[in-house]
């Protein structure tokens, strides 16, 4: 580790994530990346759906691959319908959804790239 990564790991030690002592900054980035990665799939699944459904029309439910990527999606759409109030209309999920993952895709971006400061480009590489 870095002389210069000195991240506060006190939140990561206080629920026991963490043993004292461990390298903070290359498991907060490990976490940083994960996050990001499943952002990406999340929202390329979305497009695929959205981009399979225009072209198929109104057969989509009989495309395996459709149902594929439905398969994929469904679980966080309806983590997002649980979590918004029911004032939001069913048919304005996906979107919801998607801004929800564009939002922690950005800040897991963000994330990564200050903890790359810390640590130095070449050992995030």
Same mark, same amino acid.
């Given at each position: +580790?870095?002389?210069?990564? *000195?991240?506060?790991?006190?939140?990561?030690?206080?629920?026991?994530?963490?043993?004292?002592?461990?390298?903070?900054?290359h498991?907060?980035l490990? /976490?940083?990346?994960?996050? *990001?990665?499943?952002?990406?799939?999340?929202l390329?699944? +979305?497009?695929?759906?959205?981009?399979?459904? =225009?072209?198929?029309g109104? *057969?989509?439910?009989?495309?395996?691959?459709?149902? $594929?990527?439905?398969?994929?999606v469904?679980?966080?759409?309806?983590? =997002?319908? $649980?979590?918004?109030?029911?004032? =939001? @209309?069913?048919?304005?999920?996906?979107?919801?959804?998607?801004?929800l993952?564009?939002?922690?895709?950005?800040?897991?971006?963000?994330w *990564? =790239?200050?903890l790359?400061?810390? /640590?130095? @480009?070449?050992?995030?590489?």
């Open positions: +580790m870095s002389e210069t990564c *000195k991240p506060d790991c006190t939140p990561w030690l206080a629920i026991g994530l963490m043993r004292p002592g461990a390298p903070c900054c498991m907060l490990t /976490i940083a990346t994960a996050i *990001k990665l499943i952002c990406e799939i999340a390329l699944a +979305m497009l695929g759906r959205f981009l399979l459904g =225009v072209l198929i109104g *057969k989509r439910q009989d495309n395996l691959a459709y149902q $594929a990527l439905h398969l994929m469904r679980p966080l759409e309806r983590l =997002v319908r $649980a979590l918004t109030p029911s004032v =939001v @209309v069913d048919r304005h999920i996906g979107h919801v959804t998607a801004a993952l564009i939002g922690l895709w950005v800040f897991a971006l963000l *990564k =790239v200050d790359c400061r810390q /640590i130095g @480009v070449q050992q995030c590489l």
